[in-house]
Structures are given as C-alpha cells and as structure tokens.
C-alpha cells in the first residue's frame, strides 16, 4: 500500500458540538474549527500528528 493511502486510512471524521457556539463542526481525528472562531487544542486529537519528516510535501 502507498504511504499516501496509508496516511488516508488512518483518518477518521469526528463530529461535536463546538464548545463556543455550539454549531455542530466536523473535523479530523478529534481536532475542530469552527466558523465562529473557536479551536480545539491540537493536543485534544485521537492521535499524535505527523513529524515534519513524515511530511510528504516538505522541502527537502
């Protein structure tokens, strides 16, 4: 399997309600933005983020 199809069958869409506003928002892994301006911290995902090196479209 390529490591893009890889990366693709990790994620997940998850789905709350925002904790501002209380719209419903869709995001990937647990990590959300809202219209209204309001974020989740990135450490509240359900899974660690990538590396830079793990990055497939970083400038090498």
């Not at 647990?30 to 995902?45: F, H, I, K, P």
């Amino acid at each position: 399997m390529a490591a893009q199809a890889r990366f693709l069958d990790a994620q997940e869409i998850t789905t709350i309600g925002c904790r501002e506003c209380g719209t419903e928002v869709s995001g990937v892994n647990g990590r959300y933005a809202c219209l209204c301006g309001w974020v989740n911290d990135w450490s509240e995902g359900h899974n660690e983020l990538p590396t830079a090196d793990q990055d497939p479209d970083a400038k090498r």
